[in-house]
């Protein structure tokens, strides 16, 4: 009788398996390979220009503030 539940516990475990290798993983990254010329009219749509904002320290000093912590 024991077997039989074994048996059973089994096979469900071994279908539930099956069942999630045959989805796709959500976290697969797909790059779009955007430095070949028929692809650079895409490149203004990934990424934005921004302005560049000089900081505010020099990174001499933000070196030293970091040493010191």
Known sequence: MRS?????LLVVALAGC?????RPDPNQ???VDLSS???KD???QYWLAVKR????YSIAA???AYQAV
Do not use: C, N
């Open 4 to 8: 039989k539940y074994g048996l059973v």
């Open 29 to 31: 990254i797909k790059y």
């Open 53 to 56: 904002v000089e900081p505010e």
């Open 37 to 39: 010329e028929a692809r």
């Open 62 to 64: 933000a070196r030293r």
């Open 18 to 22: 099956k069942t999630v290798a045959d």
């Open 42 to 44: 895409l490149v203004d």
